[in-house]
């Protein structure tokens, strides 16, 4: 049985950030908000052999199932979805062209639509909220609270020192 990341029973009942109006709707059409992460002792995903490429997956598929961030997540191969499945998350903004022509490629995401994740595109995690209307407050909190979830979990892997709250304010909009 293959993973279904997005439903199309309707699609004007779909949701996403496209369907949330936000502040500002009438000048902003969306807000996102991304971040990467790359985990110590393996080499960029354009250089990985493929064995270590199914090691740094594996490694943060455990990482988003062992989160305590409140957030549920579906995951996918690339390999497992159709092309139109791979069509919509790219025209949703949820992935890039490149993305989805690998089918080795990995993708994780918030049940609720408003968190992805990359796994081995240009990086090894890139995470990206996107929110519609000017919303920046709320797609940074939603990445702090992943990002911090998934790197207490894998704090020993990632290159990433435990951040200081103080440098890493919310943007003030």
């Not at 989160?67 to 790219?90: C, F, H, N, V, W």
Request: net charge negative; glycine share 6%.
């Amino acid at each position: 049985m293959k993973t279904r990341i997005v439903e199309f029973p309707n699609v004007e009942n779909t949701s996403g950030w496209f369907q949330e109006p936000g502040q500002a709707y009438d000048v902003v059409l969306s807000s996102r908000i991304r971040a990467s992460r790359n985990l110590s002792g393996h080499r960029f995903p354009p250089l990985l052999q493929s064995d270590e490429e199914s090691e740094v997956q594996s490694d943060i598929l455990s990482a988003f199932q062992e989160t305590e961030s409140g957030i549920s997540y579906d995951t996918a191969l690339m390999g497992d979805l159709a092309p139109l499945e791979r069509r919509m998350l790219l025209e949703r903004n949820y992935i890039t062209q490149q993305f989805s022509l690998n089918n080795h490629k990995a993708i994780v995401m918030g049940k609720d639509a408003k968190v992805s994740g990359m796994i081995n595109e240009i990086d090894h995690l890139r995470l990206s909220s996107i929110r519609g209307g000017l919303s920046l407050k709320d797609c940074w909190n939603t990445i702090d609270t992943v990002d911090s979830a998934t790197l207490c979990i894998q704090q020993a892997s990632f290159l990433c020192q435990k951040r200081d709250r103080q440098t890493h304010q919310a943007i003030h909009v």
